[in-house]
């Protein structure tokens, strides 16, 4: 048959082989991935898409077959979704996050996490210089909860068995470690949930509270004459927690800076675009609240030497401050 | 003739590609979305329990710590399997695989691991973290049990609404990935039906009679012939012909073969108004 009554017909039946063609080989890149077509198979399946677009855009021309139409648009969407939508596989999202992301970002939010560090530790002066002047107010900055326990009240003696207390059974430890986690996730939840909402403003309290219950806590024990202690007991997982926190902190900062000084962009943008980078921030938080809890559920019930406690606290500051310090200095792409 | 025809909705996300033409996708509704994720949650909830079966066969835990080894077990599945499948599958999970979703970027652009794992640890703070605390009110608010419920299911509402609330249906977590999900289209190109043997039409039509439908007609008009080539229809094919017969003013001496009237009908009627498209002139539907 030579001749078509129909130019849109006499369109499609030129094209319809290489639209078949790009059909199969969209069907085979989603079920495996891009990845595992040869070169020959991504080559022909660029070219197709190319010529797909254009079939789309006479069509939408030329042509009133709704059937033709409908499977032109759906075609060149999922072929758009192959050749421009590629993806990182797991490993490579998971390197670009450690190796580059999240040191990256920390750098860039540098003030941020410097700003909520500092509120940080004012707290934890300001707790343990409360306690100092009046170990009565010890009820006010350190919760009843988190006290556990470790009050004025309680012997030296009761106090020194707390921080080498073996945890006693295995079953207790997996729920104090199911608490652990559940506590953690909370806390980020909170202050993302709370920057979300209120701008930023209840970062420093969080900080506050927080910092108070250590520093009093601490000073209880100085006051025993266990601060050395006190502070090896806190500060193996210690630095990697509070670090995460200090994080959490900038990211609700930065998000609440956005929020009231958007700059010379709408107020959703600016939002959109702090809102990655602090999701970032987060991210490594929880990556880091998690490291915390596997140092304090494992490594602090097995070691109970002073010094190797205070050994690792001093690694992991070291190792944290290396690695925000140089992590991804040498990738050359730049975020968003 | 309404009822057969769906109209092009408006839930469509337009994205313009590097050649410069706009690519459409469909949104899927929130139903398709909860139950994608229903899906999710019950592989990982089920891969958590046999976690619990295992650990509890082999080593043999008290009843107290069992419930913290299903905690720690679901939590590490579910983190792990909502973003790495993810990523693996660019943008499907299995739920997604059977409700023909994927997520997309919302500028079309590539799906980068960032944006996956932002979207889906966000599910943590989203949905988990407040169901966790329903299990346990005592642990969100130590005083008081009731306050905690209040809390926890406000918390979930707050974020199960916010698809509802936007075109899109974005959850929380695809507002920070930059994401979005679309529903992958279906694609059947079926024969076309203007294509027939050399016979020549079987029916004559004049410019008049074809000036009277626009293109919303003509796509009906495909939709009944596309049915009746499945399945003999004879009454909606009668039906479609006596009253195209009677708006067009369009009479014959003998009997009329309904689907062969059709068939030439929809063939003139397309070539006509494709001509005319191409000098310029679409004309949408008829006037009333």
């Not at chain 2, 660019?90 to 739920?95: H, N």
Request: proline share 4%; net charge positive.
């Amino acid at each position: 048959m030579s001749s078509f009554r129909l130019r849109s017909s006499q369109f499609r039946r030129e094209r319809e082989g290489a639209w078949g063609e790009l059909e199969v080989l969209v069907a085979r890149a989603e079920l495996r991935g891009i990845r595992f077509l040869d070169a020959g198979d991504v080559l022909s399946l660029a070219a197709l898409y190319r010529h797909a677009v254009g079939s789309l855009a006479t069509a939408r021309a030329i042509s009133l077959d709704r059937n033709v139409l409908d499977y032109l648009e759906g075609l060149v969407a999922r072929a758009h979704l192959c050749v421009y939508g590629y993806r990182q596989g797991p490993r490579e999202a998971l390197a670009e996050f450690v190796g580059s992301d999240f040191p990256r970002t920390v750098r860039r939010f540098g003030l941020h996490v410097a700003a909520a560090l500092a509120m940080l530790l004012a707290a934890v002066g300001a707790g343990s210089a409360i306690v100092a002047s009046d170990p009565e107010r010890y009820y006010d900055v350190v919760g009843a909860d988190a006290a556990q326990g470790r009050t004025p009240t309680a012997s030296t003696e009761e106090l020194r068995k707390v921080l080498y207390g073996t945890g006693g059974d295995e079953a207790f430890d997996l729920e104090t470690f199911a608490t652990f986690l559940f506590t953690n996730n909370a806390k980020v939840g909170l202050l993302c949930a709370a920057t979300g909402i209120a701008a930023g403003l209840p970062v420093p309290a969080l900080l506050a509270s927080n910092g108070l219950a250590l520093g009093g806590m601490a000073e209880l024990y100085r006051s025993r004459g266990l601060a050395v202690e006190f502070w090896g007991w806190i500060l193996p997982h210690g630095v990697s927690e509070l670090l995460a926190i200090a994080l959490c902190a900038a990211a609700g900062l930065a998000f609440g800076g956005a929020l009231l000084f958007p700059q010379n962009r709408t107020r959703r943008d600016a939002l959109s675009s702090i809102g990655r980078q602090a999701a970032i921030l987060v991210l490594g938080a929880v990556g880091m609240f998690l490291i915390a809890a596997i140092i304090e559920g494992i490594f602090r019930q097995t070691v109970q030497d002073p010094a190797a406690r205070w050994a690792v606290a001093v690694a992991s500051l070291l190792l944290w401050a290396g690695y925000f310090t140089f992590g991804g200095r040498n990738r050359g792409r730049d975020l968003d | 003739m309404d009822a057969i025809w769906t109209e092009r909705v408006a839930d469509e996300l337009a994205v313009v590609s590097p050649e410069g033409t706009t690519v459409r996708f469909r949104l899927p509704g929130p139903a398709d979305r909860l139950a994608a994720f229903l899906i999710d949650l019950f592989l990982t909830q089920l891969a958590s329990a046999l976690v619990l079966l295992a650990v509890v066969a082999i080593a043999g835990v008290a009843p107290a710590a069992a419930w913290a080894v299903y905690l720690i077990a679901s939590f590490f599945l579910r983190n792990v399997y909502f973003a790495f499948v993810e990523l693996l599958w660019s943008g499907q999970t299995i739920g997604k695989r059977q409700l023909g979703l994927r997520v997309i970027a919302r500028d079309g652009g590539p799906l980068t691991g960032q944006a996956i794992l932002a979207r889906n640890l966000t599910r943590e703070i989203e949905f988990f973290l407040p169901m966790v605390a329903l299990s346990e009110p005592r642990r969100l608010l130590p005083f008081s049990e009731g306050w905690s419920v209040v809390l926890a299911v406000s918390w979930l509402a707050v974020f199960a609404a916010l698809p509802l609330l936007n075109r899109e249906h974005l959850r929380c977590g695809d507002f920070l990935g930059g994401t979005v999900v679309v529903r992958l289209p279906k694609l059947a190109l079926l024969s076309d039906l203007a294509l027939r043997d050399t016979r020549g039409p079987a029916y004559l039509f004049s410019p008049a009679h074809l000036d009277v439908y626009g293109i919303e007609e003509l796509q009906v008009l495909e939709t009944v012939l596309r049915r009746a080539a499945e399945r003999d229809h004879p009454e909606l094919v009668d039906g479609v012909r006596e009253r195209i017969q009677r708006k067009i003013r369009w009479t014959a001496g003998g009997r009329v073969d309904s689907v062969e009237f059709l068939r030439a009908f929809y063939e003139a009627q397309r070539a006509h108004l494709e001509r005319k498209m191409v000098f310029g002139v679409r004309k949408e539907r008829k006037e009333r």
